[in-house]
């Protein structure tokens, strides 16, 4: 069974960092895509960053370009997601998310499986 398990959520003051965390585990396939999706309250869920886990292309929303980063480290099948420069509109749900194959959807209903979601909160 696949499983993915976010953690690293919190409350920073606007300007601050975080760093987010996804493990996944319950399988052995080497051709799939990772990505962070948030959730913000009464918002539909985003598209936010995501992974090529075989090749390690890396597509991000506008929103965050610059500013955020994803990264693997592929032995572990772990995705981070270094949050720089946070601004009150990042307030959110993140979840991460995998689906099968080598494309990273920016559209997060292409999306199989999901962690349980982590809360970050930016605000003085």
């Known amino acids: 069974e696949v499983q993915l398990q976010a953690y690293g959520g919190g409350l920073v003051q606007p300007g601050g960092c975080l760093r987010l965390?996804?493990?996944?585990?319950?399988?052995?396939?080497?051709?799939?895509?990772m990505s962070w999706v948030r959730q913000a309250p009464g918002k539909d869920r985003e598209f936010v960053a995501g992974?090529?886990?075989?090749?390690?292309?890396?597509y991000y929303a506008d929103s965050v370009k610059g500013r955020f980063t994803i990264s693997k480290e592929g032995a572990k099948s772990t995705a981070w997601l270094q949050m720089n420069n946070l601004k009150p509109e990042d307030t959110a749900v993140y979840y991460c998310?995998?689906?099968?194959?080598?494309?990273?959807?920016?559209?997060?209903?292409?999306?199989?499986?999901w962690g349980q979601g982590t809360q970050v909160t930016v605000s003085s």
């Open positions: 998310a995998l689906r099968w194959g080598s494309t990273v959807h920016t559209t997060p209903q292409r999306y199989t499986y």
């Open positions: 965390s996804c493990a996944a585990s319950g399988f052995r396939f080497s051709s799939y895509a």
């Open positions: 992974i090529r886990w075989s090749g390690g292309n890396r």
